[in-house]
């Protein structure tokens, strides 16, 4: 589908507003269609659950506890300036909660990088296993030495930045949660932030992942660090990190005044 919306002037065509509440581009719709193609035939087989995706919103498909939450293209701004990083973020879960994600599955179709996830199974990345012993890595005075950072609008950022540059020695902007969040399970970035609330589709396959690859994941405004409910709300914050004491970090800076 993305080979067929080649240029910046095809993939920018927008077409209405999603359920999710941002504006819907045809790519976004398109991929949405793919995926809900293999949804309909699972259905078909005899499979009973309820999607939730960023265009459609929620779609029952025989109802159950069973939650397929997608985001068809994680970073539609990067895929629609043809910047790298844009991925295909698909979790199940068996519950109504971020701790209920038991697979997750994150395409990042700018290095070609298959991340994926089982509750208790670990985490892989093509294939291979990740380790979940990697830890973080800080500068001589005690900061994280690079952090991923989402929702990079420059007034929240600047809001953010006195916390930032005491806690962290260089950010990134990547540009999609899914993928921020796989850095982090592989240890290329110490820890992530998303400076306003995320949507479950957003987070809840690569927040999997991540925690399966031995990192740490929290989202700070709900009473439960994992309690972040599946819909398409935004609930929280996200931040995840290699350690305890970089998440902790990260979880000060989401609470941070004002």
Not at 59 to 76: E, F, H, K, T, W
Not at 179 to 191: G, H, I, Y
Not at 234 to 241: D, K, L, N, R, T
């Amino acid at each position: 589908m993305l080979a067929g919306h080649a240029t910046t002037a095809e993939r920018a065509v927008e077409i209405g507003r999603g359920e999710g509440g941002d504006r819907t581009l045809v790519i976004d719709r398109d991929a949405e269609d793919a995926v809900f193609a293999q949804l309909d035939l699972l259905h078909a087989q005899g499979h009973r659950f309820t999607a939730v995706s960023e265009e459609r919103g929620e779609v029952a498909y025989g109802g159950g506890d069973l939650r397929v939450v997608i985001d068809p293209i994680d970073g539609s701004l990067n895929a629609k300036r043809g910047v790298s990083h844009h991925a295909l973020s698909i979790a199940v879960a068996d519950g109504p909660t971020m701790a209920d994600v038991c697979f997750g599955f994150v395409f990042d179709f700018g290095p070609g990088e298959e991340w994926v996830a089982t509750r208790g199974g670990g985490a892989t990345l093509d294939g291979v296993a990740l380790d979940p012993l990697l830890g973080e890595r800080r500068t001589r005075d005690g900061r994280l030495e690079i952090i991923g950072l989402e929702s990079a609008d420059p007034r929240l950022v600047a809001g953010a930045i006195g916390e930032l540059e005491a806690r962290t020695h260089r950010l990134r902007a990547v540009g999609t949660i899914a993928v921020t969040l796989c850095q982090v399970a592989a240890a290329r970035f110490d820890a992530m932030i998303t400076l306003r609330a995320c949507r479950s589709v957003d987070a809840a396959a690569a927040q999997l992942i991540v925690r399966e690859a031995g990192g740490h994941v929290a989202f700070p405004a709900c009473a439960d660090p994992l309690g972040a409910p599946l819909d398409l709300e935004g609930h929280s914050p996200v931040v995840a990190a290699r350690t305890d004491a970089g998440l902790e970090e990260m979880v000060a800076v989401a609470h941070r005044p004002g």
